[in-house]
C-alpha cells in the first residue's frame, strides 16, 4: 500500500514539474490516491487524470482557492476535492479569481519599481505558464536570478512578505465563494494547512466555525508545511470541531520540502476525506 497526497502543484500554477511529471513522479514515490490543488485553476487535470489512470494511481480532481478572511482580511487557502470539472460557476469564479491575479502582479511590480527593481512584471511572467497564474513565486523566481535573494527563503522573507516592497494587499475571493463554488459542484472543501496561518486560538476557532458555517467539510491535518506537532494539534481539532481530516504535500519542486506522494499517515483518530470522496 502506498501513500495518499490530496494537495500539490504542477507548473500550471507555482510548482515546476508539468501535470504529467508531477503525477509519475508521485507514482514513482509510491502513492496510491493522488489529488492535483494548482492555485485558482483546474487547467492541469485532464493531464493529470489520464496519467494517473494510465499509471493505475487513484485519482479525485483538486483545485486550492485562495480566500480573504476576517476583519484583517487574512489570507486562507481552501482545497477543493472530488468536484465537477467543468462546473460553470466554480469555473467562472476560479476566472474571475485569475484577473485579480493578474492585477495584483501589477501592483506588485509597481511597488518593486519604487525600491528600484525595474520590469518585474515582465520578469515574472516569463516564469508562468499563463499570465492570469502568475503569483509570488514567479516574482521569487524573477528576483533570485536576478541576482537580489539567493534562495525561495530569502526572497519570500526580504521582498514578498507582509511590510515588504514585493508584497501588496489584495483581495481573494470571500471564505463563502469558496466554499459555495466547491459544494455546488458537488466536492468537498477542506481548509488548507491550518498550521500555516499567523492565528491564535480565538481566531482560527471562529474560522473553523465560519467555515463550517459555509458548508466546509475538512481540514488538512497532515501537511508538508506542518511540524509533526502541528499534525497531532490539527487531529484533535478535526475532532474537536467534527471534520473530515486530509492529508498533502504541498509539494511545489524537487528538492524543497516534502515530496510529492510521501505524506506520513492520519494520526488514528482521525476520520479521512476519502472516505467520503471514493
Ligand atoms: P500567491 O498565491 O501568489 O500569493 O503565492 C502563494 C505561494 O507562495 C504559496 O502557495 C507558496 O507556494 C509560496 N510562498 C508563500 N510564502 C512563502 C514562503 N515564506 N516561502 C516560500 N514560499 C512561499
Ligand atoms: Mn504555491
Ligand atoms: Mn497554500
Ligand atoms: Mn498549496
Given amino acids: 500500500m502506498g501513500d495518499i497526497d490530496l494537495h500539490f502543484h504542477s507548473s500550471i500554477s507555482d510548482g515546476v514539474l508539468s501535470p504529467a511529471a508531477v503525477i509519475e513522479r508521485a507514482a514513482l514515490n509510491g502513492a496510491r490516491l493522488l489529488a492535483l490543488t494548482d492555485h485558482d485553476c483546474t487547467l492541469g487535470l485532464d493531464a493529470a487524470r489520464t496519467c494517473a489512470q494510465a499509471l493505475g494511481v487513484g485519482w479525485i480532481d483538486g483545485v486550492e482557492i485562495s480566500v480573504s478572511w476576517g476583519q484583517s482580511q487574512h489570507t486562507v487557502h481552501i482545497v477543493g476535492l472530488g468536484f465537477d470539472a ?43 505558464t499563463q499570465a492570469d497564474l502568475v503569483g509570488r513565486m514567479h516574482f521569487a523566481r524573477f528576483l533570485i536570478a536576478q541576482g537580489y535573494a539567493k534562495d525561495t527563503r530569502a526572497v519570500f522573507r526580504r521582498y514578498l512578505t507582509p511590510g515588504k516592497p514585493g508584497y501588496v494587499k489584495h483581495q481573494w475571493a470571500t471564505l463563502e465563494e469558496a466554499v459555495s463554488w466547491i459544494s455546488g459542484a458537488g466536492g468537498m472543501a477542506i481548509i488548507a494547512h491550518p498550521g500555516r496561518y499567523q492565528m491564535g486560538p480565538t481566531l482560527m476557532r471562529k474560522l473553523l466555525l465560519a467555515f463550517k458555517d459555509a458548508g466546509g467539510e475538512g481540514i488538512e491535518v497532515v501537511s508538508g508545511c506542518h511540524s509533526a506537532k502541528d499534525n497531532q494539534h490539527y487531529a484533535v481539532i478535526a475532532q474537536q470541531f467534527g471534520l473530515l481530516s486530509s492529508v498533502g504535500s504541498d509539494f511545489h519542486a524537487p528538492g524543497f520540502g516534502r515530496e510529492v506522494g510521501r505524506t506520513l499517515a492520519l494520526p488514528a483518530s482521525c476520520r479521512p476525506v476519502w472516505e467520503r470522496l471514493l
Fill in 86 to 128: 467543468r462546473d460553470r460557476v466554480l469555473l467562472q469564479g476560479l476566472a474571475q479569481l485569475r484577473q485579480g491575479r493578474l492585477m495584483r502582479a501589477r501592483r506588485i511590480a509597481d511597488s518593486l519599481a519604487q525600491r528600484g527593481i525595474f520590469d518585474a512584471y515582465n520578469g515574472a511572467l516569463a516564469y508562468a
